[in-house]
């Protein structure tokens, strides 16, 4: 039986047509109300409040975000959501509203306190917690008996995803020496620690795919000639990787239910339907996918990273195209990710595409962007001129098991849920936000509380991303632990 097309967003400078349900009710968010939109901005105002918010909102948040111009909201991926949240409050926002998850929210309290910022309010939106299936596989007995072994093994250094909780970074460097990563920067980090203490053993975890294909990049290293190697890291050849794989470890047991879905039956079809297609694909994808990726990667029609570099490779190619005027109109994208993901990129595409255009160069580029999820990944509402949503009513059927590309964890974040905290800020009542602030870690390890102690890894990450070398004090710890 022959099956639908993946349902797909075809962007142009000035229009957007949508093919399939999906892609129509993520095309009818794109342009919000705009009495919603002045509203949102009046009581941002108001509030003195910014907003973090991450990729993966959904269609109806982002879509008004974008559209309201007040001057303090940024959409990005989590390793810049801390950093913006920084700024805002050094731009005198007295409050803070983060709109993903809660170790997201919980990574922008830590480091806004780490900058003396202690008096500016941090909330999420959602009474209930936000919970995320990697985040939680990290508190897994199995996660424990990971990092024990990490710590029974001299010279270890533990690289966790940041998509973990405070608890989780607290606990794990109370074990072993830890530093935090992004999908972003985790390949620099895991060269630059092997570069600064070649002896190392390296933990990486929770998420297993990604881990999976770190290594397999490690594995594909070996054979690049040695100037394609020093590229990549000035401080590695090819004898270096080849000894790094031997001592670069993952756990076996922790995945993202939303990337899980990037499997076989998905990746066949994107090798035998769309040939066409740049191939796009984020790290915590299954490892066929990731294959399927970093091959066209290598044939310079796709790319393989984090939701940044997927942007930025859209975005790239279709600025290339513009500027060739012999070049083909449409180009498809595949889209490798969570589909909120599309909000940013329809909005930087459009970007492109009229800035070329001002420029002289071609105006008649076509985008056309390719969800390959599942047809269950579309829920029915009762409302007459919105029948149908992206991804699954209330995140039902969005797991291990279910079919869908949306993250039902991210979903839980609301335009009407960011309103009221604002409607609370305005009113004063601290005690009636009391259950939208992260969560304190008040408790102590090892003589510390684990708020303190958790934020460790974080600034270990952040003192990587201001200077390109690891910390001396986590080297230190990683050569003087004992075993
Ligand atoms: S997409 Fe959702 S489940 Fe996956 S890592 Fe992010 S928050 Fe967790």
Same mark, same amino acid.
């Given at each position: 039986?022959?099956?639908?097309?993946? %349902?797909?967003? +075809?962007?142009?400078?000035?229009?957007?047509?949508?093919?399939?349900?999906?892609?129509?009710?993520?095309?009818?968010?794109? &342009?919000?109300?705009?009495?919603?939109?002045?509203?949102?901005?009046?009581?941002?105002?108001?509030?003195?409040?910014?907003? +973090?918010?991450? @990729?993966?909102?959904?269609?109806?948040?982002?879509?008004?975000?974008?559209?309201?111009?007040?001057?303090?909201?940024?959409?990005?991926?989590?390793?810049?959501?801390?950093?913006?949240?920084?700024?805002?409050?050094?731009?005198?926002?007295?409050?803070?509203?983060?709109?993903?998850?809660?170790?997201?929210?919980?990574?922008?309290?830590?480091?806004?306190?780490?900058?003396?910022?202690?008096?500016?309010?941090? #909330?999420?939106?959602?009474?209930?917690?936000?919970?995320?299936?990697?985040?939680?596989?990290?508190?897994?007995?199995?996660?424990?008996? #990971?990092?024990?072994?990490?710590?029974?093994?001299?010279?270890?250094?533990?690289?966790?995803?940041? &998509?973990?909780?405070?608890?989780?970074?607290?606990?794990?460097?109370?074990?072993? %020496?830890?530093?935090?990563?992004? $999908?972003? &920067?985790?390949?620099?980090?895991?060269?630059?620690?092997?570069?600064?203490?070649?002896?190392?053993?390296?933990?990486?975890? %929770?998420?297993?795919?990604?881990? *999976?294909?770190?290594?397999?990049? @490690?594995?594909?290293?070996?054979?690049?000639?040695?100037?394609?190697?020093?590229? !990549?890291?000035?401080?590695?050849?090819?004898?270096?990787?080849?000894?790094?794989?031997?001592?670069?470890?993952?756990?076996?047991?922790?995945?993202?239910?939303?990337?899980?879905? @990037?499997?076989?039956?998905?990746? *066949?079809?994107?090798?035998?339907?769309?040939?066409?297609?740049?191939?796009?694909?984020?790290?915590?994808?299954?490892?066929?996918?990731?294959?399927?990726?970093?091959?066209?990667?290598?044939?310079?029609?796709?790319?393989?990273?984090?939701?940044?570099?997927?942007?930025?490779?859209?975005?790239?190619?279709?600025?290339?195209?513009?500027?060739?005027? $012999?070049?083909?109109?449409?180009?498809?994208?595949?889209?490798?990710?969570?589909?909120?993901?599309?909000?940013?990129?329809?909005?930087?595409?459009?970007?492109?595409?009229?800035?070329?255009?001002?420029?002289?160069?071609?105006?008649?580029?076509?985008?056309?962007?390719? @969800?390959?999820?599942?047809?269950?990944?579309?829920?029915?509402?009762?409302?007459?001129?919105?029948?149908?949503?992206?991804?699954?009513?209330?995140?039902?059927?969005?797991?291990?098991?279910?079919?869908?590309?949306?993250? %039902?964890?991210?979903?839980?974040?609301?335009?009407?849920?960011?309103?009221?905290? !604002?409607?609370?800020?305005?009113?004063?009542?601290?005690?009636?936000? +009391? $259950?939208?602030?992260?969560?304190?870690?008040?408790?102590?390890?090892?003589?510390?509380?684990?708020?303190?102690?958790?934020?460790?890894?974080?600034?270990?990450?952040?003192?990587?991303?201001?200077?390109?070398?690891?910390?001396?004090?986590?080297?230190?710890?990683?050569?003087?632990?004992?075993?």
């Amino acid at each position: 039986m022959q099956r639908a097309p993946f %349902p797909s967003l +075809v962007v142009t400078a000035n229009e957007l047509s949508a093919q399939g349900a999906f892609a129509e009710a993520q095309a009818a968010y794109l &342009n919000p109300d705009p009495d919603t939109v002045a509203d949102l901005r009046a009581r941002l105002e108001r509030a003195r409040a910014g907003v +973090v918010a991450h @990729f993966y909102m959904g269609a109806e948040l982002q879509g008004t975000l974008y559209a309201c111009d007040w001057p303090h909201i940024h959409v990005s991926d989590s390793l810049a959501m801390a950093d913006r949240a920084i700024a805002m409050a050094e731009a005198g926002m007295q409050n803070l509203i983060v709109l993903g998850v809660d170790f997201m929210s919980e990574n922008v309290r830590a480091m806004v306190d780490a900058a003396g910022r202690r008096d500016v309010g941090v #909330y999420r939106v959602s009474r209930e917690p936000i919970g995320c299936s990697l985040a939680e596989s990290a508190e897994s007995r199995a996660y424990g008996a #990971y990092l024990r072994k990490a710590a029974a093994t001299p010279r270890s250094l533990h690289v966790v995803y940041i &998509n973990t909780s405070l608890w989780t970074k607290a606990h794990a460097h109370n074990l072993v %020496p830890t530093i935090t990563c992004t $999908s972003s &920067n985790v390949v620099q980090t895991v060269l630059q620690a092997f570069a600064q203490e070649p002896e190392l053993h390296l933990w990486f975890g %929770p998420d297993t795919y990604m881990g *999976a294909n770190l290594a397999a990049l @490690f594995e594909g290293l070996t054979e690049l000639d040695e100037a394609a190697i020093r590229a !990549l890291h000035p401080a590695h050849d090819r004898r270096s990787i080849a000894a790094l794989r031997g001592r670069f470890d993952y756990f076996k047991q922790g995945n993202c239910v939303v990337h899980h879905m @990037f499997g076989d039956d998905v990746t *066949a079809r994107v090798r035998d339907e769309y040939q066409d297609a740049r191939v796009t694909a984020h790290l915590e994808v299954p490892g066929e996918m990731f294959r399927l990726a970093l091959a066209a990667q290598r044939e310079g029609r796709g790319v393989i990273g984090s939701t940044s570099d997927i942007l930025h490779y859209i975005t790239g190619q279709v600025a290339a195209a513009a500027r060739d005027a $012999s070049g083909p109109r449409r180009l498809k994208f595949i889209l490798g990710t969570e589909s909120g993901m599309v909000t940013a990129i329809v909005r930087a595409v459009r970007q492109v595409l009229r800035d070329s255009e001002a420029q002289g160069a071609r105006g008649d580029i076509e985008a056309e962007i390719v @969800f390959p999820v599942a047809s269950e990944a579309i829920a029915t509402t009762r409302d007459a001129e919105l029948p149908i949503v992206p991804g699954v009513a209330g995140g039902e059927g969005c797991s291990t098991a279910g079919g869908c590309a949306t993250c %039902p964890y991210m979903k839980m974040n609301s335009l009407d849920a960011t309103l009221d905290v !604002l409607d609370g800020l305005r009113v004063g009542d601290a005690s009636a936000l +009391v $259950s939208y602030e992260p969560r304190k870690y008040t408790e102590t390890l090892a003589g510390r509380s684990v708020a303190a102690l958790g934020s460790e890894p974080i600034l270990h990450m952040r003192g990587f991303q201001r200077t390109g070398a690891l910390p001396g004090a986590l080297i230190d710890d990683v050569r003087t632990r004992v075993a």
